[in-house]
Structure formats: structure tokens, C-alpha cells
């Protein structure tokens, strides 16, 4: 799934899981003008000009779900 989306204009919000650990955040866009069809970019906070992956709404959510559960702990 590649869209060619515009996100010169997108509001981008820094995960709050970041804990100001000098700068390596995710950083996602819910401006609903970008997420068209479902889908949510998502990119490196350290890189903004970089690329933004696009996965979908339902899979973000799982994702996010899974961070909330504590998942992915080590």
C-alpha cells in the first residue's frame, strides 16, 4: 500500500510514550485531511523531512493497543 499523499501540511503529533529521551519519538498526523481512506501516517521524530510510513487505522490501533498493554517490554 504506497498512496501518494501530500503531507507538507500535516499536523504531527510526538507519541507520549517518548519520555524526552533527546529527540528519538514517533511522531503520528491525526489531522483527519491526511488519513484519508484510513490510513495514518507515521514518521521519525529526528528526520521530519525523512519519510512517513503509512499503515492502516486498524493496524495503528492494534499497534497502539499493544504499547498501551506493555507488549513490547524487555
Known amino acids: 500500500m504506497s498512496p501518494d499523499l501530500d503531507l507538507a501540511a500535516a499536523e504531527w503529533v510526538k507519541s507520549s510514550y517518548s519520555e524526552g529521551n533527546g529527540g528519538a519519538c514517533v ?8 488519513r484519508p481512506h484510513g490510513l495514518v501516517p507515521v514518521r521519525d521524530s529526528k528526520d521530519p523531512d525523512g519519510p512517513a510510513l503509512i499503515f492502516p487505522a486498524t493496524g ?3 499497534f497502539v493497543s499493544a504499547v498501551k498493554r506493555g507488549d513490547f517490554t524487555a
Open 27 to 34: 511522531e503520528f498526523s491525526r489531522d483527519l485531511a491526511h
Open 60 to 62: 495503528w490501533s492494534s
